[in-house]
């Protein structure tokens, strides 16, 4: 199943972009899984790029936003069918102009909004590790998260989602 270039161990990055009126942006992807769900930028990282460069590129290049990194705020770990270590650093980083124009990158995305988290957490398009950030920082704040399933389309055996506190 792993994808030759990749191997089995995958490392990706993710931005957790929020804007002063406190939305989230988020986009939807054309393939994977998460095809046709809310879903934060992300990408695997690059030969020759740390984890927090492969965020900021990504964001850039998924939603056409400029950002600064904030600061790592979760990391999502898991194994999917037994066989491949697929790992996400998620950071929180804020865009340098929240007026600047959406930009979906159309290979890949089909639409970047900014949304509430409350509007995410009800939105059956929303992915599961998303509504799950959305539901927990509403009520607590940015804590650890565990004992969820992203759902079995993805293959995980074993999924968890790391928060700073």
Known sequence: MASSKRGNVWLGASGLVIN???EWLVVKKRYSALK???SFPAGFV???ETVDMAAIREVKEETGIDCR???LIGFRTGV???EISDNMAIFLLS???EKQQLIPQLEE???VAWRSPFALKEDRYTSIMLKEMAETIIEKGLPEIVD???GDRFGYTTYKLFFDK
Request: glycine fraction near 20%; avoid cysteine; aromatic fraction near 4%.
């Open 36 to 38: 046709g769900m809310w």
């Open 109 to 111: 995305i089909s639409e």
């Open 95 to 97: 865009a340098l102009d």
């Open 80 to 82: 999917i069918q037994g």
């Open 46 to 48: 690059d030969a020759g």
């Open 20 to 22: 002063s009126n406190g």
């Open 69 to 71: 990194i904030e600061g």
């Open 148 to 150: 969820i399933n992203p």
